[in-house]
């Protein structure tokens, strides 16, 4: 990661603050990001602030730009052009390491479990704890139960193959392994988009559980219906280019849609 100090003052104002909301300075400002695939120009030039502790909903029909601009936040693409600014401080990435060195995690929609190892093997794959040259299972144990009890995440058997569990447990055991690591970002790649009733209730109070721990969270997702559960504020994204941003209290279903489909000017 290359902290980029020339181009700070150009992002925050010579010799002034970052842009803030309510008095609060976003904690990543994104600025004219552009991002481009052979002749698709996937993102034109997009501006977007993400604020501690709220949820922001990220909408647009397939193909939008919404799933690009994230996988940009996590460090999984490189932007052709813009900026990017985590809590004051302009920074390029060169891989999803460095966006996670500065807290920001996401959780995919595959999730990205391995569905052959257990809850507790799943929630420390790749920093395992150790005792001597064997693996400390009892301590890897306690430490689980205590990061799902932190979440109010109820699954019955840690020893349990991930395969065995049901959508909505395998969702809540990506999101708390993403927790996990204290981030100050965490992006959701529709979380609730294959689960029934009860698990998407389950998976939005935790959503509401991370949020309220001053996590700023990004939710993509197709289930409209859910936004208004448990975001703040909605950036709608259409043919690469956010059209508008919405507090929640400001918009309903059927301006979203019309959003969505590309009707109204950019607001």
Do not use: W
Not at 3 to 12: G, K, L, S, Y
Not at 33 to 41: D, M
Not at 72 to 81: A, E, F, Q, V
């Amino acid at each position: 990661m290359v902290v980029d100090r020339q181009n700070i003052e150009a992002v925050t104002g010579v010799g002034g603050a970052s842009p803030s909301r309510a008095g609060v300075a976003p904690r990543v400002s994104l600025k004219g990001i552009r991002k481009t695939f052979g002749s698709h120009q996937a993102l034109r030039g997009v501006d977007l602030d993400i604020f501690p502790g709220e949820c922001l909903g990220l909408v647009g029909d397939n193909a939008a730009g919404k799933s690009t601009l994230t996988k940009i936040i996590s460090g999984t693409y490189i932007p052709d052009d813009g900026t990017i600014t985590v809590e004051g401080q302009a920074v390029r990435f060169s891989g999803p390491a460095d966006a996670r060195n500065l807290n920001i995690e996401m959780v995919f929609q595959d999730l990205s479990l391995c569905d052959h190892i257990d809850v507790v093997g799943n929630l420390f794959l790749g920093r395992e704890i150790s005792k001597g040259p064997f693996l400390d299972t009892g301590t890897m144990l306690a430490e689980a139960r205590k990061m799902l009890d932190a979440l109010e995440i109820r699954i019955p058997r840690l020893t349990a193959r991930v395969e065995k569990l049901s959508g909505g447990q395998r969702q809540a055991i990506a999101i708390a392994r993403a927790a996990s690591f204290n981030p100050k970002v965490l992006i959701m790649d529709e979380p609730t988009s294959a689960l029934a009733v009860a698990e998407v209730e389950a998976v939005l109070a935790l959503i509401n559980r991370v949020k309220a721990k001053g996590v700023s969270v990004i939710l993509i997702t197709h289930r409209l219906q859910d936004l208004f559960r448990v975001c703040d504020r909605i950036a709608v994204m259409y043919e690469g280019t956010k059209v508008a941003e919405r507090d929640i209290g400001k918009t309903d279903l059927e301006d979203l849609v019309r959003l969505i489909v590309g009707e109204g000017a950019k607001q």
